[in-house]
């Protein structure tokens, strides 16, 4: 069992930046795969960005195009966590962020970014952009 917990959310202008933290616990981190997905009201859960487990050399990494080059997924499996760290937010980004995680048996550059292929999921944290 893997508890996930997302933190760093908050208002904010556009254009303005913001740092997600999701902390994972209960299990080692390693052999997880991760991802970042946000909801809007009425809208379906979808996914921002993924990250490979791919050992202690990086992974690779997958964004939605409304993201790329303003969003970035790092983690550090020292301490267990992923981060998305956000520049130049829109109002178009608001909405809940939801941090998941996926176990992958070995080490290797596949991320994943469908809701259903994750095993666990945090709470969200609600980010809003005002314009």
């Known amino acids: 069992q893997v508890q996930l917990v997302e933190s760093g959310g908050g208002l904010v202008q556009a254009g303005g930046s913001l740092r997600l933290s999701c902390a994972a616990s209960g299990r080692t981190f390693n052999n997880y795969a991760m991802g970042w997905f946000r909801q809007a009201p009425g809208k379906e859960r979808d996914i921002v960005a993924a990250?490979?487990?791919?050992?202690?050399?990086?992974?690779?990494?997958y964004y939605v195009d409304s993201v790329k080059g303003r969003f970035t997924i790092s983690r550090d499996n020292a301490k267990n966590t992923v981060y998305l760290q956000m520049n130049s937010l829109k109002p178009d980004d608001t909405a809940v962020y939801y941090c998941?995680?996926?176990?992958?048996?070995?080490?290797?550059?596949?991320?994943?970014?469908?809701?259903?292929?994750?095993?666990?999921w945090g709470q969200g944290t609600q980010v809003t952009v005002s314009s």
């Open positions: 990250i490979s487990w791919s050992g202690w050399s990086g992974g690779s990494r």
């Open positions: 998941a995680a996926k176990y992958v048996s070995y080490s290797g550059n596949t991320y994943y970014t469908r809701t259903n292929e994750y095993d666990y």
